[in-house]
């Protein structure tokens, strides 16, 4: 050993030994309840100073007042948890929760409730492999490895069951007295600031977790304690009278696509020329006033399938069927094809797995370089998968129609450059890295409408095909939430619905319709272009498809239904 380092540990020996006495086990647990408060909610405590300019003593005492009360309500937590067998997994998974937390809320500006936790367990190997970064290593190595080892490796006395119980529950007791005297003292100020800003309450690490997780498993467990609920037993295809092949629908779930930087919307970049040209020559029809249902992937996609609407999907906890149910049992074949992170439980009853493509596992050197595919994947399976579910209709029975439906990746982020292949770029620079806030707004921007350009050549794409089949079809695009891309402060997207800005809820939506088709369902020319500016949402989806698909229900509501103008041309009835 080098005598410098002799001289080294020699000198902190005496401190060492002093540290290296068995802690009194409240006493750890203060610690880490102290770390938890502090630096565990580093993005609380900066929204919270935040709130107002003038930082006189009311802010001071505000924030002090705050920060007994969320150590108080750590130091319970902490004290009905914390036991000896799992002392140590257990402070560690708290301050995984904490750092991981504050690095996304940080980094995004996004807030921990239950529907971004049931994104989080429902993610994919791609969506982490897109978040990982530089500095999120960094916040889990000072966040989470180095206190880590120190909690890991701290002695602790060992105390008798009964003993210990009594004074954790003591303990507990203590701070919440303390909690609840802070909160009397504190009411009026701290009540008004919790009523005027939501997001700080979901903001408060560990607990935003422990609620959501809460939440969610309470919610699981209802529904998987209940049986499905079937909807649309009496579904039928509607005899217009009209002859004429089985109709092709094309419905495209879009992703994280906002009306704000899409061209037909009227942004000032022509982020979708080749939907314009069809808007133009009069065959497609663009729905300005469009909003989402939720503001993830995981709320709006099982959203727009059921016949629920926004508000009573939020409180629902009885499973039901859904559109594609209803579709099927009037007869009509339904595909779904994914180049996402799955169909959130919509396609579960499809026939079979052949069904549920995914594209995951694709491997096509252009359409998917480094292991994730561009949209158009979809395009080139698309006839080979249809051909084989249309021979799996049973003998005998005569095809009524056939529903598919793309799934896309359109604008995941954060690595929107990611969507879009090389040759496709027209806006640059780009930004090129998943920490967005490290970049340059505009070029945030750019990546961004480059991807929304794709989608439009995508979309584009998929009309020309439609063309080419020797049958009646349509296409119906509709975004499943927006993108927030710094305003406010705020990127991405999954705020709670309630204060969710604008940008992650307004949705573009358009509609392509073959001239067969408008034959076949006998609707005049145009009758749902009057809706195009009005107030629609989510809402309309289930009952407009089925009209679209022409499938009539009574769980079908017409004031739900934005092709209820159009009635079949008295001729064509049947
Ligand atoms: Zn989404």
Redesign the pocket.
Known sequence: MPPYFTAFSAFFRPFSKAFRRPWHPLGLLLVLALWLTTLGNVPLWRSFWALTDSHGLRTGLGLLAMGVIVFAATTVLLSLLVWPRWRKPVGVVLLMVAAANSYFMTAYGVVIDPTMMANTVQTDVREVRDLLSGSMLMVLLLGVVLPGVWWWRQPVQQWPAMRLLGRQLGLALLALVLMMVVIWASFQDLASTMRNHKSLRYMVNPFNTVYASGRLLVGQTTQARMSLQPIGEDAAMVSSGAAGAPPLIVLVVG??VRAANFGLAGYARDTTPELRQLQTSGELTYFSNVRSCGT??QV??PCMFSHLGREAQAKNDIPYENLLDVLQRAGMQVLWLDN?SGCKGVCDRLPNFGNVASTLNLKDPTLCPDGECFDEIMLRVLPERLTELEKSRPAGKAPVGTVVVLHQM?N?GPAYYKRTPADMKQYLPECRTNVLQDCPAQDIVNAYDNAVRYTDHFLGQTVRWLKTQKRPTAMLYVS??GESLGEKGLYL?GMPYMMAPQEQTHVPMALWLSKSLKMQSGWEANCWQKQATDALTHDHYFHSVLSLAQVKTRWQQPELDMFSACKAKPALRG
């Open positions: 992703e994280t993830n992937t709006s996609v996402q359109g995941h499943d939430h997207h």
